[in-house]
């Protein structure tokens, strides 16, 4: 019998293990998550309306005061029907459930965040600088050409805007805050939410050019209520979808899209500072 060999056997050659594939967000999981935003606006608002009714009806059982529910339900419509109120309500649901929805979206698909490429959401720099231009170029343009496009279906008629008017007849300082985060903090999270997860999850299932445009026309869909759900408003809303996605694939980052939506956002609420405030 040969004796036993002292040699030990060789390594296998080092080499990383294989990553797991990265996957898209499913499609209902990605129009859930575009719902959630939207129900966590009207939430947030409704708990705001909810504890202010209590602390009425609190105010009143202490001060021995005989409140019934319809009339502290009264009050609280009174007090948040005034502009300042209203300003202060969109400013707070607005950054509450924004700032939910970022990190929920994080916290779901942490190695998806920073992925340039589909299926990622892009949230890191693009190829090149020079799509931070072309994104405020993209942002002002948008604006006239879906002006436009919307004066022309609609034959003459305006397009109301909740946000416009709660801005316009706002005190100036809240006019500013909200500007501000109309401008940046909508605009983040809107394009994480469809340029980022929707866009992905669509692009699992279709083709580019089809995904981009679905993902345009629920974009514009979900923004009719804020214009009075007025039809002739759509294709200017996809028009300027369709771009911030564009802008999103070509240069690999989310941050132009977001920079094209916040110059178009803010074009729109200019006209709130050239409002007159009638005198009171």
Same mark, same amino acid.
């Given at each position: ?7 030990? #056997? ?5 080499? #990383? ?7 898209? #967000? ?5 129009? @859930? ?39 502290? @339900?009264? %009050?609280? %419509? ?49 190829? %090149? ?9 993209? @942002? ?23 946000? %416009?008017?709660?801005?316009?007849? *706002? ?14 903090? @909508? ?80 074009? *729109?609420?200019? *006209? ?9």
């Amino acid at each position: 019998m040969e004796a036993a060999s002292d040699a030990t #056997p060789p390594l296998p050659p080092s080499r #990383p293990w294989p990553m797991p594939a990265l996957r898209a #967000p499913g499609l209902l999981t990605a129009l @859930g998550f575009v719902a959630l935003y939207f129900l966590l606006q009207a939430s947030v608002g409704a708990l705001v309306a909810f504890g202010l009714g209590l602390w009425l009806g609190l105010r009143a059982s202490l001060q021995h005061l005989a409140y019934d529910t319809k009339t502290i @339900g009264q %009050q609280v %419509q009174t007090m948040l029907a005034q502009p300042d109120a209203r300003a202060a309500m969109v400013m707070l649901v607005l950054c509450v459930a924004a700032g939910s929805m970022l990190w929920l979206v994080h916290r779901r698909w942490p190695r998806l965040w920073s992925l340039a490429s589909p299926p990622g959401f892009a949230v890191a720099r693009p190829a %090149q600088p020079l799509f931070y231009l072309l994104a405020v170029v993209i @942002g002002l343009a948008a604006p006239v050409l879906g002006g436009w496009l919307t004066q022309l279906l609609a034959h003459g008629h305006k397009v109301p805007q909740d946000i %416009q008017r709660v801005g316009a007849e *706002a005190a100036l300082p809240l006019r500013v805050a909200l500007m501000a985060i109309v401008v940046t903090v @909508g605009p983040l999270v809107e394009e994480l939410l469809f340029r980022g997860v929707l866009l992905s999850a669509l692009m699992r299932r279709l083709r580019v050019g089809w995904a981009v445009a679905a993902c345009s026309l629920l974009f514009a869909l979900v923004h009719l209520p804020d214009l009075g759900f007025l039809w002739y408003a759509l294709p200017g809303l996809a028009l300027l979808a369709a771009a911030l996605a564009w802008l999103r694939l070509r240069s690999g980052s989310i941050w132009p899209a977001v920079v094209a939506h916040g110059v178009n956002n803010l074009l *729109a609420v200019a *006209a709130w500072f050239l409002a007159v405030k009638p005198a009171g």
